[in-house]
């Protein structure tokens, strides 16, 4: 089945804590980007990658890493989380070159930061 | 760059009523529209998209939605609402470059 997967799909972390949010696609979409979700705000982009070892900041990249060795793998890189950073996380990829194709987006991951 | 509006936060109605969902947009060039659907505790799930071609366009669960070039609209519409469809509703453009642009989203709240 073609989909996007996101883990954890839950996670409580404390302030300055490291962590990994990962994305994996069986697609060979070439296009990967990161969105976080907020009420009244919708989604915003925070990075996004065109391909392999390509990757651009999106609206919102202050305190988020991430990167592309893979064309399948697309992790998102807290290196120190704040509680400003307590949103739902959505992974989507795409084919590049393709605007109408529109994106597949992963379940989601509902991050708290305390 | 491309941005979407959608002036709702809110839309109730009850069920078997029609309902629209309203969107504008503004991009340089064609725009591709999009409307998603997400319901509680899942990811975005694809509705429906205007590429080019007739304004009307269907798609699942009997929606559908009208391309307006001149007020620059795409409202999302059905014909009767179903409880079921209660959800959180976006409006999404995008330009040649892949970047899309998502609506804050707007609350469909179907009532029995």
């Known amino acids: 089945e073609a989909q996007v997967t996101q883990n954890p799909r839950y996670l409580i972390t404390v302030t300055g804590k490291k962590l990994t949010v990962t994305c994996s696609q069986n697609?060979?979409?070439?296009?990967m980007s990161w969105y976080r979700q907020d009420p009244g705000l919708g989604l915003r982009q925070i990075y996004y990658?065109?391909?392999?070892?390509?990757?651009d900041k999106g609206d919102v990249p202050e305190g988020y890493k991430v990167s592309r060795k893979e064309k399948r793998n697309f992790p998102l890189i807290l290196e120190s989380p704040s509680p400003n950073q307590t949103s739902l996380y959505f992974c989507?990829?795409?084919?590049?070159?393709?605007?109408?194709?529109?994106?597949?987006f992963g379940s989601g991951t509902r991050l708290t930061v305390v | 760059a491309q941005s979407v509006a959608q002036p709702e936060d809110q839309v109730n109605v009850a069920e078997g009523n029609p309902l629209t969902v309203k969107c504008t947009y503004s991009?340089?060039?064609?725009?591709?529209l999009f409307w998603y659907v997400q319901y509680p505790n899942r990811g975005l799930q694809f509705l429906l998209k205007?590429?080019?071609?007739?304004?009307l366009v269907k798609g699942s669960y009997g929606f559908e939605a009208e391309f307006n070039k001149s007020q620059t609209s795409f409202h999302l519409k059905k014909p009767s609402a179903l409880v079921s469809d209660s959800a959180l509703y976006f409006c999404a453009v995008s330009g040649n470059n892949n970047d899309m642009r998502f609506g804050a989203g707007t609350r469909l709240t179907v009532k029995p």
């Open positions: 990658s065109m391909n392999v070892e390509v990757t």
């Open positions: 697609m060979n979409h070439e296009y």
């Open positions: 989507a990829s795409s084919l590049l070159g393709e605007p109408n194709y529109g994106y597949t």
């Open positions: 991009v340089s060039g064609n725009p591709y």
């Open positions: 205007y590429i080019t071609g007739d304004n």
